[in-house]
């Protein structure tokens, strides 16, 4: 069997645009939540119940939803930054460091005052997910709410060369952010990406 030859062409074509993506600045605006997954070992059935039991052995943490789509524009060496809803809890906290390691500002994140921060806990014994929990609101948002998002969208479009919405249905994405962001970026001439 032969290794397939890249075309030159398309290589070149590749770094043009990896590149340009340097370049750009990309403003992310959605849902965010904090995603953890607890990983361990199942070598028994729970005698409560017949359920098996997860030694927990390892935990990661990192940003989901809007935030995994900043996570990859970081990893491309893109800047970009994200305008989002947190809660005022530690999971907020954490948010908010996985945000700026993956280098978002985290000034442009909106607490969501007495709701917490959006949580998916995954448990998996090797690669089976054997649970998902997730901790949410996802109730419609105060007029408040609405306003100090439309205001960080005024702010940080015109520094953008692109934007993407990333709604997963929690509730940062309502039809006038939606209408106003996309407004805005036809203003600006700013293409508009839907995740």
């Given at each position: ?83 989002a809803i947190i809660g005022d ?106 995740d």
């Amino acid at each position: 069997m032969s290794t397939p030859k890249t075309d030159p062409q398309n290589r070149d074509n590749l770094l043009t645009i990896l590149d340009k993506i340097r370049n750009s600045k990309v403003l992310v605006v959605g849902d965010l939540m904090l995603d953890r997954f607890v990983r361990g070992d199942v070598t028994r059935i729970s005698p409560e119940s017949p359920i098996p039991v997860l030694l927990a052995k390892q935990e990661n943490r990192m940003i989901g939803g809007a935030g995994n789509v900043l996570s990859n524009l970081y990893s491309l060496n893109c800047p970009a930054d994200i305008i989002a809803i947190i809660g005022d809890d530690r999971e907020g906290q954490i948010v908010k460091g996985l945000v700026e390691a993956a280098g978002g500002t985290g000034e442009s994140l909106v607490i969501r005052d007495q709701t917490p921060t959006t949580v998916k806990i995954r448990y998996l014994s090797g690669h089976q997910q054997m649970l998902r929990v997730d901790q949410e609101v996802t109730a419609p948002i105060t007029a408040a709410l609405e306003s100090e998002i439309l205001e960080k969208l005024q702010q940080k479009i015109p520094e953008a060369n692109a934007l993407i919405l990333s709604d997963y249905g929690k509730g940062c994405l309502t039809k006038t952010i939606i209408n106003t962001a996309i407004s805005l970026a036809n203003a600006h001439n700013i293409p508009v990406l839907v995740d």
